[in-house]
């Protein structure tokens, strides 16, 4: 059974900025696309930035130029780099790992943007 588990959220500054990080357990990561996304209360759950199993990258037009993901295989983890935050990043953040219609997903991290 695979399992995801995110870390690295927390209050912080508008322009502050956070790292999350995302370890799946088995062998097998490689393999897989990763992902984050968001939810912020009321709101529907959003992606935020994409990793192919070959590393290409996507990320949302809101986060662009600010938020940069990243994988390293070896360690079976997914990072998700968050630089100059504004308020309306704040959200429950999920990492999510994907292969076909197999999908799996985090518990989720809370990131507070606020002064």
């Known amino acids: 059974q695979v399992q995801l588990v995110e870390s690295g959220g927390g209050l912080v500054q508008p322009g502050g900025s956070l790292r999350l990080s995302c370890a799946a357990s088995?062998?097998?990561?490689?393999?897989?696309?990763m992902g984050w996304y968001r939810q912020a209360p009321g709101k529907q759950r959003e992606l935020v930035a994409q990793?192919?199993?070959?590393?290409?990258?996507n990320l949302v037009d809101s986060v662009k130029g600010r938020f940069t993901i990243s994988r390293e295989n070896a360690k079976n983890t997914v990072y998700l780099q968050m630089n100059s935050l504004k308020p309306e990043d704040t959200a429950v953040y999920y990492c999510?790992?994907?292969?076909?219609?197999?999908?799996?997903w985090g518990q989720g991290t809370q990131v507070t943007v606020s002064s």
């Open positions: 999510t790992m994907v292969r076909g219609t197999t999908a799996y």
């Open positions: 990793i192919t199993s070959d590393g290409t990258t």
């Open positions: 088995g062998s097998i990561f490689r393999i897989y696309n």
